[in-house]
């Protein structure tokens, strides 16, 4: 329990942040689902058939997985609040119009004919009538579809959109339980807030609710306004995939910029695929993020050589070339370790086995339970080349989160799993890594990934990022892992040693 409160005071302004780009967008969200839900129940509410239609589309809509739908979204909208919106209001619209309709529609006959008796308007009737009666049923719509939205809304971290969910991804990968805990309660105290807030509105008269509405959309207005606003000094953004590595570069990257050009320097951390983060580069929603050269020949580029049959510098110089060829993007010089994929097990499995090579899996591959992350079990210099190279086919193969792989390996769920060679956990664990003696995985050494027009537009950037070509060693990455996933170190002063310590950054 201490640990928790130290983690809450020292992480209460990141907390602060998480939270209003949370409710920003959850509330932004609602709103625009309530602007579309409520008219359209109000209109098809005496039309029966044209109600069932929308209820069944909304209902397909909402079955639909948030992660396989952000994914569709992503190639179209990119990365970022868009598509997190989209979705978010996509998942809303079912619970707002089905209550709008049934509230309406419900109401009865007799009370409909004694406003018409009186001589009201269409409108007039609405106005005073139905929509006082409806409305309870009405709140209670927008109630659940709150309530989900705010669960859902966790994932647009996933996305560089922020909110609470950043806190959830950073507990999990870290394996820090306390910022799970505090993503998890943040978000459940926002939901439980802002569903009683709501209900306070249920029996209220329809001009003091939207009221209510006009002065939440008036106030998100002005914070996102407030957030975004341009300022005098240039701004680029800078992102990086999920994991302690990527988010130690990026503030390398940060820091450097910052220190040699008048440039501000935003961040985005924990994106969780690197489609998502290529395709934000492609749409100019970032600037720059840190790549590895094996992954842009075997995921991003179309290319027909075998990245593993290559040596560390030809990797470099085909990836360089096929990025600008095809895409005009611009892959600076790399660093000089190596992050490629290995496959670990414990001490106690290797010794029991004999295992020192992968090929040496094969006479024991149908005992073998594997946890592989999806993107590994999916790629050619990954399970599906081991089982075309190496012949091997695991009795089970589970797919899991990066991070919660180790913590299966050590639990005894799996046997064997994917890690990449710079993972603190290797250490932390005394795992062994398995030699890959027929050369199924490239080179992957990491480089700054940009557009050739920033890069042209941008030399100062592009100079103060090449100090970092030829440096870091494997040792010195895992050692500087090792200190944020294991030590509690914040990646910033990780980045921040390292730079000082090899006169690259002055030191304060």
């Not at 970032?286 to 075997?298: K, M, Q, S």
Request: charged share 15%; net charge negative; proline share 5%.
């Amino acid at each position: 329990m201490n640990t928790f409160w130290t983690t809450l005071v020292e992480r209460r302004e990141e907390l602060l942040a998480a939270l209003l780009q949370h409710l920003i967008i959850s509330l932004t969200a609602l709103l625009i689902a309530c602007l579309i839900a409520i008219p359209l129940g109000i209109i098809l509410a005496p039309h029966k058939k044209g109600a069932e239609i929308i209820l069944q589309i909304t209902s397909v809509l909402q079955t639909i997985p948030s992660l396989a739908l952000l994914g569709l979204l992503i190639p179209i909208v990119g990365i970022g609040t868009t598509p997190a919106l989209i979705a978010l209001i996509i998942y809303a619209l079912l619970p707002i119009f089905q209550n709008t309709y049934l509230g309406l529609s419900g109401i009865q006959p007799s009370i409909e004919e004694a406003a018409t008796a009186f001589g009201m308007s269409k409108w007039r009737k609405l106005w005073k009538v139905e929509i006082p009666i409806a409305l309870p049923v009405i709140i209670s719509g927008i109630r659940t579809a709150l309530v989900l939205i705010i669960g859902t809304a966790t994932l647009a971290a996933l996305i560089g959109a922020g909110g609470l969910g950043t806190f959830i991804l950073l507990g999990i990968d870290r394996n820090t339980p306390q910022l799970t805990i505090i993503g998890a309660i943040s978000s459940a105290l926002l939901a439980i807030t802002f569903s009683f807030l709501i209900r306070f509105l249920q029996n209220r008269r329809p001009r003091v609710t939207v009221a209510v509405l006009l002065i939440f959309l008036l106030g998100i207005g002005g914070l996102t306004w407030a957030q975004n606003r341009p300022g005098a000094t240039e701004e680029i953004v800078i992102a990086g995939k999920l994991g302690a590595e990527p988010t130690i570069l990026t503030a390398m990257y940060q820091q450097l910029i910052e220190e040699n050009s008048d440039v501000k320097v935003t961040v985005k951390e924990n994106f969780g695929k690197t489609s998502f983060l290529f395709s934000a580069l492609e749409n100019d929603q970032i600037d720059i993020y840190p790549e590895f050269t094996g992954t842009v020949l075997a995921s991003l580029v179309k290319n027909d050589q075998d990245p593993a049959s290559l040596s560390p510098e030809e990797t470099a110089t085909l990836a360089t070339d096929l990025l600008q060829e095809q895409f005009s993007m611009t892959l600076l010089p790399p660093m000089a370790y190596e992050n490629t994929y290995t496959v670990a097990v414990t001490r106690a499995f290797a010794q029991e086995h004999g295992l020192e090579n992968i090929s040496d899996l094969l006479p024991i591959q149908n005992e073998i339970r594997a946890g592989f992350t999806l993107e590994f079990i999916d790629r050619t210099d990954g399970y599906a080349g081991m089982q075309t190279l190496y012949g091997l086919e695991f009795s089970s193969v589970q797919s899991m989160e990066p991070s919660l792989r180790y913590q299966a390996l050590m639990n005894d769920d799996v046997d064997i799993i994917d890690g990449y060679s710079t993972d603190s956990q290797i250490k932390e664990y005394d795992l062994i890594t398995l030699t890959d003696d027929l050369q199924l995985f490239p080179s992957y050494r990491g480089a700054p990934l940009m557009k050739t027009s920033f890069a042209k537009t941008h030399p100062e950037i592009v100079e103060a990022l090449n100090k970092l070509a030829g440096k870091i060693t494997e040792d010195e990455m895992v050692t500087m892992n090792y200190a944020v996933n294991v030590e509690k170190k914040t990646p910033q002063e990780v980045a921040k040693d390292y730079l000082q310590q090899h006169d690259l950054l002055e030191v304060d």
